[in-house]
């Protein structure tokens, strides 16, 4: 089993910045990606990004966020980062880190641990 525990949400004024933390424990090894997704009231859940734990050498975007958030990883803390600038109003939700233990992946339903969620807010 792992345990995901994110923290970093926020409210924050559109064009802000806010940086997500998640720390694993437990069966961490069996690691291959960690991703953050997001769940927007009345949406479904959506890929944000992914980053492969070993080498972190290769990371995924959604188009909607890419060149404004960045996924990064500290091995020895075992925990994976979400930096979010230039935040919108439509970036509101509840975001999510997630363990894949089978290969690198942006499907939602091929990622094995979950975290509670953290709420992020950004006023217009």
């Known amino acids: 089993q792992v345990q995901l525990v994110e923290s970093g949400g926020g409210l924050v004024q559109a064009g802000g910045s806010l940086r997500l933390s998640c720390a694993a424990s437990g069966r961490t090894f069996s690691s291959i990606a960690r991703g953050w997704f997001r769940q927007a009231p009345g949406k479904e859940r959506e890929f944000v990004a992914a980053?492969?734990?070993?080498?972190?050498?290769?990371?995924y975007y959604a188009d909607s966020v890419k060149g404004r958030f960045t996924v990064s990883r500290d091995n020895a803390k075992n925990t994976v980062f979400l930096q979010m600038n230039s935040l919108r109003p439509e970036d509101t939700a509840v975001y999510y880190c997630a363990v894949a233990t089978k290969h690198f992946t942006k499907v939602a339903e091929e990622y094995d641990y979950w975290g509670q969620g953290t709420q992020v807010t950004v006023s217009s």
């Open positions: 980053i492969n734990w070993w080498s972190g050498t290769i990371t």
